[in-house]
Structure formats: structure tokens, C-alpha cells
């Protein structure tokens, strides 16, 4: 089964995981909709609508998956991530029509006229955490002739966007009632300060403090008012806290799919923690002409760099990795064990989302058999 459309060289003779050109992108398809299933299971079960982030994957295949497996529909950190997404479910001949979020504020006109040009393609959503980008949105939703859903987005300790605290939520609500083309829909509270919290008590402890900060602006536009339908956010590594706090009716978690080390090493065997390592970045040994260590040919390029380095999957308490240039890494031998020149080894990438947007597409695998591709449609849609 082959699902991409971008041409790759002699891809029909390639059959096996080994025969793959490294460094690659490759994506255990059985472990993957594994974790699909499990998050889906768990959201149902806590009767929360599951939202997953595109961010994770950029992959209309994946979403696709998501979306067959019960997701309510999509979360989206750019509106030219929802386009592109949107365009290829279009082209594969998706017919349900998706509900997305656009997780981020946006600014200006054109952002607010490309927001309502998408809004005819799929039931969009957006957030807003200023009165001024409230009438940005309802002067392009007014020439558009449509209505938009629109969210409040709340400060719940990232410091990274949001209103901060009840007063600035009220304006911005307030604002909202005063255009007949906006609807106002909830509230989004976003902690991805929380996700990754080394140990679960600590991270409960976090979480609570974050959603009481959540609940108290709940409290005060639905006093003044207001029904907060939406109340989304969350992620990975406060699935199950979320679920259990149950202020959240919508959970925007995205790298369950993959996991990857940084989740790795916060969360060990935790709840949150038990998800397959889907994703893997293979790459070859090219040199092995020193005693401690060889050269593969996965280096900076192949995957983010923003945290620790990966980790060498099947030998992560034996050998490290460490990064040896742009096109290069340095696995360290082990006693036990020394690699050869030719090894095929696989590395659990530092940080999943960002090591995605690094490659055109994703070796789909089962077992050590290739099944075919998934397109990043996304890649590079950061707009």
C-alpha cells in the first residue's frame, strides 16, 4: 500500500525496512494506530473529545487515522498547516467535513481573510487573546459573509500567548458579542510548560494549579453570561491528569502517536508514559575505523536539536549518541557490542514534532517490511 503521490526514486524495489536510503523517517504503522486506539479509548472513557495536533505528524494520512479512530477533529498550530492538511484530505477524497482549531492567535487582515477562506473548506475554529485581533476577525468574517467560531485563548502559565486572568477574558468575550459574524465558542488553556515534568506527582501538583487558573475564568464569563461550550487543551504528558480533573472537554495531545525521548526521560512508566515508540530516524553505519566509537549518517540535519540527543534504540543503557556534524553522528561501542560498517541502527528522535518537519515523507513500516509513505504535506507550513 503506497500512499503517497511524490515520485521516489526505485521506490517499488523497495520492499524492506533495510533497504531504505538513510538517514529516513520511519513510522511503525501497527504501533502507531496502537496509540491512536489507546488515546482514543482513554478520551472516551473520560468523556473527552479527543483533538489531536497536527503539529505532531503534518500528515493528512495520519489525521485521516485520527479522525477514523473517533477524533472530533483537528487541532492545527498554523493556518498553513490547516490549508495543507485540508487540500490533500480534499485530494484523497476525504468526504466528512473536518473540524479544525487553529491553536495560535493570528494578526492583520491577511491572516484574517486566509482564516475565513479556510472557514468555507471545513468547520474552522480559531483563538484570539486580544480585543483588537476580535475586530481584525470580524472585519474579514463581514466581507467574507461568514460566521466564525472563535475561542478565548487563556494564559494558564506558559506566558506564551492568552489572556491573563478573568479581566482580560471578559474583554475579549465581550468584544466577540459585539460582532454578529463571530460566535463565541470556549475557552483554550494551553500548558506546554506542563507536558514534560519529570514525575507524575509533580506534574498533577502543576496541572491542578494550571486548571484552577482555567476553571476561575470559566467561572467568570459564564457568570457574566457567557456559556463556555469548549473548554480545550492539554497534551501528551497531561492526558491523564486532564482527564482526571475534568475541567477539560477537549484534549489537543499530538506526539502519542510517536513519543520520543524528551517524553521518554519525563515520563517514564507513567500513565502518560505508555505509548509505543513508534517513530524512529534510521540511519548507517558509513565508518568504522575507531576503537570506541563508529560514524553514522544521521547528524544535525536529520532531527531536532532542541533537547538531549536521540537515543540508539535496542542499545539505549549500552551506547550513546552524539551529534559529529551536519550529516554525521558518533555512536560509541560498547563491550558487548561493536558495530560494523554497514549497520542499519534506529534512533528515537530528541523531539518528534520539529524532527518531523525535516523530512518530505514517512516510511511507513510493519515489522522489517515497507508498507509505504505518508507524505509531510505540511512541512515548512509555519505561516
Not at 4 to 17: K, V, Y
Request: net charge negative.
Amino acid at each position: 500500500m503506497s500512499v503517497a503521490s511524490r515520485p521516489i526514486h526505485h521506490f517499488d524495489e523497495i520492499q524492506s525496512l533495510h533497504e531504505i536510503p538513510t538517514p529516513a523517517l520511519v513510522c511503525d504503522l501497527g504501533m502507531m494506530l496502537s496509540n491512536i486506539a489507546r488515546m482514543s479509548t482513554l478520551a472516551g472513557a473520560a468523556g473527552v473529545s479527543l483533538r489531536p495536533h497536527v503539529k505532531s505528524h503534518k500528515s493528512a494520512f495520519i489525521a485521516r487515522r485520527q479522525l477514523d479512530a473517533g477524533a472530533i477533529g483537528l487541532s492545527c498550530a498554523k493556518v498553513s498547516e490547516a490549508e495543507a492538511v485540508i487540500a490533500r484530505l480534499d485530494l484523497d477524497g476525504y468526504a466528512k467535513r473536518v473540524s479544525v482549531l487553529i491553536t495560535s492567535p493570528v494578526v492583520g487582515a491577511v491572516s484574517a481573510e486566509r482564516i475565513c477562506e479556510l472557514a468555507a473548506r471545513c468547520d474552522l475554529s480559531v483563538v484570539v487573546d486580544d480585543p483588537t485581533g476580535v475586530d481584525e476577525l470580524a472585519a474579514a468574517a463581514d466581507s467574507s459573509g461568514v460566521v466564525l467560531s472563535v475561542l478565548c485563548d487563556v494564559d494558564v502559565g506558559l506566558a506564551r500567548t492568552g489572556v491573563v486572568g478573568a479581566p482580560g477574558a471578559l474583554r475579549v468575550v465581550e468584544r466577540i458579542g459585539e460582532h454578529s459574524s463571530l460566535d463565541f465558542a470556549g475557552v483554550q488553556g494551553y500548558g506546554g510548560h506542563l507536558q514534560h515534568i519529570k514525575g507524575r506527582a509533580a506534574r498533577i501538583e502543576a496541572t491542578r494549579t494550571a486548571t484552577e487558573l482555567l476553571g476561575e475564568v470559566i467561572d467568570a464569563i459564564e457568570s457574566s453570561g457567557h456559556p463556555v461550550r469548549v473548554r480545550t487543551g492539554g497534551g501528551t504528558g497531561t492526558s491523564g491528569i486532564d482527564f482526571e480533573l475534568g475541567v477539560l472537554n477537549e484534549l489537543q495531545a499530538g506526539s502519542y502517536i510517536f513519543m520520543d525521548r524528551e517524553y521518554r526521560d519525563a515520563l517514564g512508566s507513567d500513565l502518560e508514559g505508555r505509548f509505543e515508540h513508534s517513530l524512529k530516524i534510521a540511519t548507517t553505519v558509513i565508518s568504522a575505523n575507531q576503537r570506541d566509537f563508529v560514524t553514522v549518517d544521521a547528524g544535525i540535519k536529520a532531527m531536532a536539536t532542541d533537547v538531549d540527543s536521540p537515543l540508539v534504540f535496542g542499545h539505549e543503557n549500552s551506547v550513546s549518541y552524539e551529534f559529529f556534524g551536519d550529516e554525521h553522528g558518533l555512536v560509541t561501542n560498547s563491550p558487548d557490542h561493536h558495530f560494523c560498517r554497514g549497520d542499519r541502527l534506529e534512533l528515537i528522535p530528541p523531539h518528534c514534532d520539529p524532527t518531523v518537519d525535516r523530512y518530505d515523507f514517512i516510511w511507513l513500516v510493519q515489522g522489517d517490511v515497507v508498507i509505504g509513505v505518508a507524505d509531510v504535506v505540511a512541512r515548512g507550513c509555519s505561516q
